[in-house]
């Protein structure tokens, strides 16, 4: 069985560098790439939709409209490959450079397990995005609702949903810039 953290505890009590931060890191990785193939299934819709709307609208000759098809499909896919291969370490790229601005007093491996117990969340909340995005598709596309209200109503609990991700790390990384600058 296994033991899970006390969300309560000091931002100082997190494990420094060992197998903790790997094995945070390895739950990280396995949970953003599961978000990842979770929100690949409306990413496809939603280019499946754009493609078909674009189409019949434009009317492309059919050898541009299979070169348009060809281009799009292939920015998709390197574009996906570059998020499953490099997603995480952009991410710690991303968090280190906010480290080394705001907070160069506060530990490495303990900035890096915040980023990490963060990340763990992502694939629970890709869920219930991926089906906000897939209405936000299908209402926008098959049933033509004004863009406007679309993204009102689909926007403001999809922006929410990221909060979830977003705030408590930016709380977590706020209290272990705090504690390192008091002690």
């Known amino acids: 069985m296994e033991m899970f953290e006390n969300p ?4 100082g009590d997190l494990s420094r560098g060992g197998n ?15 978000a990842f193939l979770i929100l690949l299934v409306p990413a496809i819709y939603n280019y499946w939709a754009f493609d078909t709307y674009v189409i019949a609208a434009i009317r492309l000759p059919g050898d541009l409209v299979n070169l348009y098809r060809l281009g799009n499909v292939l ?3 390197m574009g996906g490959s570059l998020i499953w291969m490099l997603g995480l370490p952009v ?38 995005g991926a089906v906000l995005w897939g209405v936000w598709v299908f209402a926008f596309y098959q049933r033509q609702v004004d863009f406007y209200t679309i993204s009102w109503a689909i926007g403001i609990p999809a922006h929410a949903l990221a909060a979830c991700l977003y705030l408590p790390l930016i709380y977590r990384w706020f209290r272990l810039a705090l504690s390192a600058a008091t002690c």
């Open 8 to 11: 309560y505890q000091s931002p």
């Open 20 to 34: 903790g931060v790997a094995a945070s890191r390895e739950r990280a990785w396995r949970s953003f790439r599961i």
């Open 75 to 77: 920015g998709f896919i």
């Open 91 to 128: 991410l710690e790229l991303a968090a280190r450079l906010i480290r080394a601005v705001l907070a160069t007093g506060t530990d490495r491996g303990s900035w890096l397990e915040i980023l990490y117990r963060s990340l763990s969340w992502i694939a629970i909340l890709a869920l219930p």
